[in-house]
């Protein structure tokens, strides 16, 4: 722990060591701890991995059901947003160059590391697995889904604060993950960002690996997607 901020460090397991460190966000409701597999997988291949605890979350005033329909509505974005504003406390907090840092986030997660990568210059990449790059799209689809009514204006207008479709994102490589049949963040939003990329910020290394038959599932096929891509982008 350092301040405020606490999170678990797996130190490189690799003789090759490649002095990059990857941060991992998880998803809504999930926990730091849960993560400690895929960080000891992704050390081996020659990476410090940092995986923070979560606001909400973990042992940071966590909520007493993150499945309660009013605690999702009430906290989803409110977690989101504190995340992001947190970030340069954090990374200063552990003394690491932004270059050096590619950030990885899963579910909630992925929104929460694709609204750092709009904001940040300098990242060294993002993968963004299960989540979405297109936060008002994203939340109208959850409320059509519920059949809620729309975004109210302050709601947006605070999203588009920080919607990285309303930035020009850092230029590093992003990797784009999805599960064709996710029913929890549908593959929608990660689409519209892919676009927004390729066209209108006219990307060339952006990789969009769809999973046809996944639902909301990160699975071990989109591990060795992640490992792939890692490699590629860090040697």
Sequence with gaps: ??????????????????????????????????????AEELSKEGFRIIVPEIIFHDTR??????FDQKA?????????????DEFNDFISALEINKEDVFLIGSS????????????EPKLGGLANINGS??????????????????????????????????RVNCGSPVLLIHGESDEIIPI???KDYYRYL???????????NVHKYVNHQFTSE????????LNKISN
């Excluded at 974005?77 to 995340?83: A, C, L, Q, V």
């Excluded at 059509?144 to 604060?161: A, C, F, G, P, Q």
Aim: proline share 2%; net charge negative.
């Design 1 to 38: 722990m350092i301040d405020k901020f606490r999170y678990y460090s797996f130190e490189i397991n690799k003789v090759n060591e490649c002095e990059k460190v990857i941060i991992i966000y998880h998803g809504w409701g999930g926990t730091a701890e849960g993560y400690k597999e895929l």
């Design 61 to 66: 005033q966590p909520l007493e059901n993150h």
């Design 72 to 84: 999702m509505r009430d906290y989803f974005w409110d977690t989101i947003i504190k995340s992001i």
């Design 108 to 119: 909630m997660g992925g929104f929460i590391a694709n609204g750092i990568f709009a904001r």
């Design 133 to 166: 790059g297109s936060f008002i799209l994203s939340e109208q689809i959850f409320r059509d889904r519920d059949n809620r009514e729309d975004i109210s204006v302050e709601l947006k207008k605070t999203l588009m604060e920080y919607d990285p479709k309303e």
């Design 188 to 190: 929608e939003g990660q």
């Design 198 to 208: 390729k066209e209108v910020e006219k990307r060339r290394n952006v990789d969009f």
């Design 222 to 229: 989109m591990i060795i997607d992640l490992i792939t891509w």
